[in-house]
């Protein structure tokens, strides 16, 4: 079972950020495209950005002026930089790892690892 772990997460004022980390096994992370999702309470699942591991980036239209995908290869980690928190960014955030897939990954069943979500909580 391949682990993915993600931290970060926390309580924010409205506009303040954060960022999340993601950290999976060197070589499920060589080998994959990494992607963030999140799940609202009582709300589907959504997809929020993924990157290449040539850093090619794709967030989500309704994010993009505000959130940010990157990676350090070198350290296994990818990382979703959100600022300007709204309290409708409220949600468990999950890093994904996927291997060969279309672009840009959007849906749930592209991807083949996940991790365990961290909170985050954003106050009006």
């Known amino acids: 079972q391949v682990q993915l772990v993600e931290s970060g997460g926390g309580l924010v004022q409205a506009g303040g950020s954060l960022r999340l980390s993601c950290v999976a096994p060197?070589?499920?992370?060589?080998?994959?495209?990494m992607g963030w999702f999140r799940q609202a309470p009582g709300q589907e699942r959504e997809f929020v950005a993924a990157?290449?591991?040539?850093?090619?980036?794709y967030v989500a239209n309704p994010l993009k002026d505000r959130f940010t995908v990157s990676r350090d290869n070198a350290k296994n980690t990818a990382f979703l930089q959100m600022n300007n928190l709204k309290p409708e960014d409220t949600a468990v955030y999950y890093c994904?790892?996927?291997?060969?897939?279309?672009?840009?990954?959007?849906?749930?069943?592209?991807?083949?690892?996940w991790g365990q979500g961290t909170q985050v909580t954003v106050s009006s």
């Open positions: 994904a790892a996927a291997g060969s897939t279309g672009w840009p990954p959007r849906e749930e069943s592209e991807y083949e690892h």
């Open positions: 060197p070589r499920t992370f060589s080998l994959s495209l």
């Open positions: 990157i290449t591991w040539g850093r090619t980036t």
